[in-house]
């Protein structure tokens, strides 16, 4: 079984594979996120799904450049001022924050789990699509309520 990990780790360049930092909430929105996680789409904004490294329920990838959502991420301070820019997609609600490379960070409010996708500056033009792909499953896995 290592040697075939081995042999398909080798076979891929470092220039198509995605990173992503792992969260690390505590076991109750672990939980979440893991439920979260066999809900999500197999594609979002018509990209298939391409995971980053490493691997865990926590993270997702679509499409190249990628998508990404990491679940169980700590909560923005950018969510304490009032002047903050949100927006709601089919029934939830987001923090939306640019980037200075230009791309667009997202993070759920108002769930018992902060998730967090990153659109690429890339794929920026697509506007709200990968957010309505999502929606689904966020309000399914992901209670309305406050984070702990």
Not at 17 to 27: D, F, L, R, T
Not at 31 to 59: F, I, Y
Not at 132 to 141: F, G, H, Q, T
Request: net charge neutral; aromatic share 4%.
């Amino acid at each position: 079984m290592l040697a075939a990990l081995i042999a398909v780790a080798g076979c891929s360049s470092a220039d198509d594979s995605v990173s992503a930092a792992v969260p690390s909430p505590g076991a109750k929105v672990t939980g979440l996120c893991r439920n979260l996680d066999k809900m999500l789409p197999s594609k979002v904004d018509d990209r298939g799904r391409r995971d980053p490294e490493p691997a865990s329920a926590l993270t997702a990838g679509w499409g190249n450049p990628a998508i990404i959502l990491r679940c169980g991420v700590v909560r923005p301070a950018k969510m304490n001022d009032p002047e903050a820019d949100g927006v709601e997609v089919n029934g939830v609600g987001w923090l939306l924050q640019k980037q200075e490379d230009g791309s667009f960070r997202f993070t759920t409010t108002l769930r018992k789990a902060y998730v967090e996708v990153t659109i690429p500056k890339e794929r920026t033009g697509d506007g709200m699509a990968p957010l309505v792909d999502l929606a689904k499953a966020v309000k399914k896995a992901i209670p309305e309520g406050i984070a702990d």
